[in-house]
């Protein structure tokens, strides 16, 4: 499975962005049925950390403290997507944002916030969120 993030930009603060994780590959038909999907991000001099994520189904969702709110994943299985709607952005925010697959149907969301990043079996390349204070 090949990950494909895209929709990063600069916006300023209080602004808007809508991020997408796009997959394909030979295994891209059952992308909906199987791969929970998490968003990570990483700022310059900072540990990678985890964002949102959503089970296969989209049934179960789960966002950390500083974007519970503000932040919205949902999937598209037909299209093989999820996204990631940023509302309200902070400064603070900015970051390269990574979309990560795990092959692991039974993984609910809220599992999925305390996993490593090392734990997921695929990872698309990142896109950057700049925002102007």
């Known amino acids: 499975v090949q990950l494909q993030a895209s929709g990063g930009g600069l916006v300023e603060g209080g602004g808007s962005l809508k991020l997408s994780c796009t997959a394909s590959?030979?295994?891209?038909?059952?992308?909906?049925?199987?791969?929970?999907v998490a968003w990570f991000r990483q700022s310059p001099g900072k540990e990678r950390e985890f964002v949102s994520a959503i089970s296969w189904s989209g049934a179960t969702s789960s966002y950390a403290d500083s974007v519970r709110g503000r932040f919205t994943i949902s999937r598209d299985n037909a299209e093989n997507t999820v996204h990631l709607q940023l509302n309200s952005l902070k400064p603070e925010d900015a970051a390269v944002y990574y979309c990560?697959?795990?092959?692991?149907?039974?993984?609910?969301?809220?599992?999925?916030?305390?996993?490593?990043?090392?734990?997921?079996?695929?990872w698309g390349q990142g896109t950057l969120v700049t925002v102007s204070s």
């Open positions: 590959g030979r295994t891209d038909s059952v992308f909906g049925s199987r791969y929970a």
């Open positions: 990560a697959a795990l092959d692991s149907p039974g993984t609910t969301a809220q599992q999925m916030a305390g996993m490593p990043s090392h734990e997921y079996h695929y």
